[in-house]
């Protein structure tokens, strides 16, 4: 019996249909949202199926699975995100069907992938990729990136998606979907990943493990927790060291030392919140660098109002001299007319 791509996923990460599906009629989209359950589907023998999905056999037949594989599977949930994957309905409609992520997936994620993660998460990263490309505005050979896929030159050694990520070297500017570091020959200077409560354990612990090994030379974790109530984050910095991480502490007021760019990486509380924050500063000044995109834009601004101001002046002059001129003229011409001259 040829197994579905739909019961092979099913079979796959323990799952089974449940909610509402919406149909529109031949030929259309039918997307259909899946809570995970424990299967209760009978057994299939493992067949290839073509087209977009996993093509793992039913963990129940074919290839044991290790004990940890199998509590990955076994793990999948929806407070991880989900994926849409695409498979033909028996009328012939095309059907996108949400599925449940496993913390393997958000390890490795594929393009179109949904994660759950909160504004804080989202402002931190912003803010950080903000700084950074303002820092370097006028170097085109560093990039800065937020949740674009890094292919690694280590062989056997999977993709990661980090928060953020910065690199210097780079040869040509590209609309980057992804980045392979074989191809372009450099790789992330900087990597800076925000937890999150449900996948935390990815980031404290495998990636250090295995951002180590893709040579990463700095990884800081910005670690978010909640703590009665509120959002509490630590901050966590490793340097590769003889090709492993070697945990760096925090120095005063709990900063930590960004090298690559030159900046202290610190923690604030938001007044308006009562959560944590994270704040660079200026290493020069000790102060806390703002918002470096409305930074750079008011001093846009600022300049193109003083350009402004300029111009306006030198009309003024421009005008003062045509009519210094247009005074001479008319003495002149007064004086011709009394023959004075």
Same mark, same amino acid.
């Given at each position: 019996m040829v197994v579905s791509l739909r019961e092979r996923w099913y079979n796959h990460y323990g799952v089974q249909a449940r909610g509402l599906r919406r149909i529109c009629g031949a030929g259309s989209l039918v997307y259909t949202d899946r809570e995970p359950l424990m299967s209760s589907a009978p057994k299939h023998a493992s067949r290839s199926v073509p087209g977009p999905g996993p093509t793992q056999s039913d963990p129940r037949s074919g290839p044991k699975l290790s004990p940890k594989k199998r509590a990955g599977i076994e793990r999948a949930s929806f407070k991880y995100g989900y994926r849409e994957i695409q498979v033909k309905g028996p009328d012939g409609d095309i059907e996108y069907e949400r599925v449940p992520l496993t913390l393997e997936d958000v390890l490795h994620p594929q393009f179109g992938d949904v994660h759950v993660l909160s504004e804080a998460h989202g402002d931190d990263c912003v803010y950080l990729r903000d700084v950074f490309k303002a820092r370097y505005q006028d170097d085109h050979s560093v990039v800065v990136f937020i949740d674009v896929g890094i292919f690694w030159d280590i062989p056997g050694l999977k993709h990661h998606s980090p928060d953020v990520s910065l690199i210097f070297g780079v040869k040509k500017r590209k609309e980057w979907k992804s980045f392979h570091v074989k191809t372009e020959k450099v790789r992330p200077a900087l990597i800076v990943e925000v937890t999150s409560p449900d996948t935390r354990v990815n980031d404290v612990n495998t990636k250090v493990e295995q951002? =180590?090994?893709?040579?990463?030379?700095?990884?800081?974790?910005?670690?978010?927790?909640?703590?009665?109530?509120?959002?509490?984050?630590? %901050?966590?910095?490793?340097? +590769?060291?003889?090709?492993?991480?070697?945990?760096?502490? @925090?120095?005063?007021?709990?900063?930590?030392? %960004?090298? @690559?760019?030159? +900046?202290? +990486?610190?923690?604030?509380?938001?007044?308006?919140?009562?959560?944590?924050?994270?704040?660079?500063?200026?290493?020069?000044?000790?102060?806390?660098?703002?918002?470096? #995109?409305?930074?750079?834009?008011?001093? *846009?601004? *600022?300049? #193109?109002?003083?350009?402004?101001?300029? #111009?306006? =002046?030198?009309? #003024?002059?421009?005008? *003062?001299?045509? =009519?210094?001129?247009?005074?001479?003229? %008319?003495?002149?011409? +007064?004086?011709? %007319?009394?023959?004075?001259?």
């Open positions: 951002y =180590a090994q893709a040579k990463v030379p700095h990884y800081v974790i910005v670690d978010a927790q909640e703590k009665a109530g509120r959002r509490r984050v630590a %901050l966590m910095r490793y340097r +590769l060291a003889d090709g492993h991480y070697e945990r760096q502490g @925090p120095e005063e007021h709990g900063r930590v030392w %960004l090298e @690559p760019v030159g +900046l202290w +990486l610190g923690v604030r509380t938001d007044p308006q919140t009562g959560g944590d924050r994270v704040a660079l500063f200026d290493p020069s000044t000790g102060q806390e660098i703002g918002d470096y #995109a409305v930074l750079h834009r008011k001093r *846009a601004e *600022a300049e #193109a109002r003083a350009d402004q101001a300029e #111009a306006r =002046a030198d009309q #003024a002059e421009a005008r *003062a001299d045509q =009519a210094d001129e247009r005074v001479r003229q %008319l003495e002149a011409e +007064l004086r011709r %007319l009394r023959g004075e001259g």
